[in-house]
């Protein structure tokens, strides 16, 4: 009988025990969830709002390894007026209104706001002329291919890929 209540005793401890790990686990979870979630609806956000995608940039030129949706979120509730910091849930100090206004300044003198597939997308060789080059190194001449592919380089060296988490 003694036996009998100390298995018990171990399965009802063992039964809670799992309770509170899957708990924990859908916990985790929905935090998880909730996240990617922010991540996904800045990036809109971002792709879609030039002032709130120099805004993020502002924010990347302060502080570089931030991530929109994860150490700071912007909003952008009213067309009539600029977008905000809503959320900044890093432990670097929130920038202020004149860190944000300089850095912005900063990188518009530096052209950093353009986009960069937009710089190099206008300077490429034409797909017509890709393809035909394509098309003759796979028929074994590869000079073609070869100076498309060095063009290309140039205009990536000269058109560096930007950071992506401003929707670049």
Request: glycine share 6%.
């Amino acid at each position: 009988m003694i036996i009998e209540d100390w298995i018990l005793a171990t399965l009802i401890v063992l039964f809670i025990l799992a309770c509170g790990w899957l708990y924990v686990i859908w916990q985790n979870t929905q935090r998880s969830e909730h996240q990617i979630r922010q991540v996904v609806s800045q990036q809109t956000l971002i792709g879609s709002d030039v002032s709130a995608r120099s805004l993020c940039h502002a924010v990347h030129y302060l502080y570089p390894s931030m991530h929109a949706g994860v150490d700071f979120v912007i909003k952008h509730d009213d067309p009539g007026q600029p977008p905000y910091i809503a959320e900044w849930n890093s432990t670097s100090s929130k920038p202020s209104e004149q860190q944000l206004r300089r850095a912005l300044a900063k990188i518009s003198e530096h052209g950093l706001l353009e986009n960069y597939a937009i710089r190099r997308q206008a300077e490429y060789p034409s797909i017509g002329d890709q393809l035909d080059a394509a098309f003759k190194a796979r028929h074994g001449d590869k000079t073609e291919q070869m100076e498309q592919d060095k063009k290309i380089q140039e205009i990536k060296d000269k058109y560096p890929k930007t950071s992506g988490e401003c929707g670049d």
